[in-house]
C-alpha cells in the first residue's frame, strides 16, 4: 500500500493550521495568559515550514530544505518558550532561535546537503532535545500538579523516544523528502507528527483551562484583603488537617482569635488604617506559624488556627507566643502608632474526639472567657466543664 506524499503533507499543514487557529480562538475567549500565543505561533511556524518542505518540486533547496526544517526546528523552540510563559518563566530568545540556528549552520556542509539520512538525524536530535527540555520544564513546573499537565508530560516524553527511534533508522526507513509516494511505514513516520501536534494541542488548551478553574476556585477560598484563607477555604483546609490527624490517630488544636477593641481603631483612625492593622497582624502571626498550619480569616478581625500533633501545654504556649507576637510592637499608620493586642481561644481534641467545627466552639467559648477577662490574653478550653453561656450584650 502506498500514500502520496503531497497528500500527506496537504493533511499535516490543515492540521497544524487548525491547532494553531483553536488555540489562538481560546487566547481570544481570555482562556489563558500568554502562552497560548507561543503555542498558536509553534503551529503556524511549523505549518510554515510543512508547505515549503511540501513544494521541494518547485522551489530551491534554500526554502524547501534549509528555510522549511529551520521553521519546524523553531516550532519546537516556540512550544518550549510557551511553556516556560506558562510557568512565568522568562525566555531567552537564543533558547527560541538556538536549534534553528544550529540546523542551519549544519546545513552548510556538504554532507548535510548531500545525504537525506543526516538530515534526518540532526533534525531528530534537535526536535528530541527541545521536547526533552520542554517535557523538564513541564515536569518542574505547576503545570505538573494538573492532570492535562501530567498527561502533556507523558506525550512528550513519547515523542522523544519516537524522535530518538528513528536516529538509527534513518538510512533504513529515510524520510521522503524527494518521494512522490511512500509505502505504509514511511506513512506513519509523516503521520505521527500530526498525531503528536492534534494531542499536544488539545492538552496545552485542557492544561490552560484547568489551570484557570483551579485559580478561580483558589480565588474563591482567599480573603482578599489578608491572602490568608477565607471562612470557606478555612474549614476546607481545616477538615483536611482534621482527618488526617484522625487516620494517624493524632491530637489537633484550634485557636480562635480576636484583635481586641477593632472597631475602636476603625473610628479613631479610619477603615484603611484599620485594613492595615489587619494586614500587619495577619503578618506577624503568620511568621509565627509552621508552613503546614492552617490560617484563616472568618470573620472581621477573627481568626482561626488549627494545627495537630500537640498538646495542651503545647497548643496554649503557641498562643501565648502568638499574642506576645502582636503585642510587641504597634502598627504605625501614617507616623501614628496603633497599639494591637488579641484575645486567644485554645481547644484542643483527641485523634477521633471532635470534628472541626464542634472543636471551634469550644475556641470560641475559651474566647470569650479572655474577653471578659480583660482581653490581651490566652484562655484553654475547659471541655469538662459546661460551657459558659454568652448572655446577650456581652463582650465582644
Known amino acids: 500500500m502506498s500514500f502520496d506524499v503531497g497528500t500527506l503533507y496537504a493533511a499535516m499543514v490543515l492540521v497544524f493550521a487548525l491547532v494553531g487557529l483553536l488555540l489562538i480562538w481560546a487566547w481570544i475567549q481570555k482562556e489563558g495568559g500568554n502562552a497560548l500565543i507561543w503555542w498558536a505561533a509553534s503551529f503556524f511556524v511549523s505549518t510554515s515550514g510543512v508547505v515549503l518542505l511540501g513544494d521541494w518540486d518547485v522551489l530551491p533547496d534554500l526554502w524547501s530544505v534549509e528555510v522549511a526544517l529551520s521553521l519546524l526546528v523553531l516550532g519546537h523552540g516556540l512550544i518550549w518558550a510557551g511553556v516556560r510563559s506558562f510557568a512565568g518563566r522568562s525566555i531567552p530568545w537564543f533558547g527560541i532561535l538556538g536549534g534553528a540556528i544550529v540546523w542551519m549552520i549544519a546545513y552548510q556542509t556538504q554532507e548535510v546537503q548531500g545525504s537525506t539520512d543526516d538530515r534526518v538525524v540532526i533534525m531528530s536530535l534537535l526536535a528530541a532535545l527541545y521536547t526533552a527540555v520542554t517535557a523538564w520544564e513541564v515536569a518542574r513546573s505547576e503545570a505538573f500538579a494538573l492532570r492535562a499537565g501530567r498527561a502533556a508530560f507523558g506525550l512528550l516524553v513519547l515523542h522523544v523516544l519516537l524522535l530518538g527511534l528513528r536516529i538509527p533508522v534513518a538510512d533504513v526507513f529515510p524520510l521522503p523528502f524527494r518521494e512522490t509516494s511512500v509505502d505504509l511505514h514511511l506513512a506513519l513516520l509523516t503521520i505521527e507528527p500530526m498525531l503528536f501536534a492534534v494531542a499536544l494541542g488539545y492538552m496545552l488548551l485542557v492544561m490552560t483551562r484547568e489551570r484557570m478553574e483551579r485559580r478561580d476556585h483558589m480565588a474563591a477560598l482567599i480573603d482578599p484583603l489578608t491572602s490568608i484563607l477565607n471562612r470557606r477555604g478555612f474549614f476546607e483546609a481545616a477538615g483536611r488537617v482534621r482527618s488526617r490527624s484522625i487516620k494517624h490517630s493524632e491530637p489537633i488544636a484550634a485557636l480562635l482569635l480576636d484583635l481586641d477593641h477593632f472597631k475602636r481603631v476603625n473610628d479613631t483612625h479610619g477603615h484603611a488604617a484599620g485594613d492595615e492593622v489587619l494586614r500587619a497582624s495577619v503578618a506577624r502571626i503568620r511568621e509565627t506559624l509552621r508552613t503546614h498550619d492552617v490560617f484563616g480569616r472568618i470573620g472581621g478581625e477573627e481568626f482561626a488556627v488549627v494545627f495537630s500533633e500537640v498538646d495542651e501545654t503545647d497548643a496554649q504556649a503557641f498562643a501565648e507566643r502568638l499574642r506576645a ?53 490566652v484562655v484553654l478550653a475547659d471541655t469538662r466543664r459546661r460551657p459558659i453561656d454568652k448572655p446577650a450584650g456581652g463582650p465582644v
Open 325 to 377: 507576637r502582636l503585642a510587641a510592637e504597634p502598627v504605625v499608620w501614617r507616623d501614628v502608632p496603633i497599639e494591637v493586642s488579641v484575645s486567644i481561644g485554645v481547644a484542643v481534641a483527641g485523634a477521633s474526639e471532635k470534628r472541626v467545627e464542634a472543636l471551634l466552639e469550644d475556641a470560641d467559648r475559651a474566647l470569650y472567657e479572655a474577653k471578659r477577662r480583660g482581653r490581651n490574653c
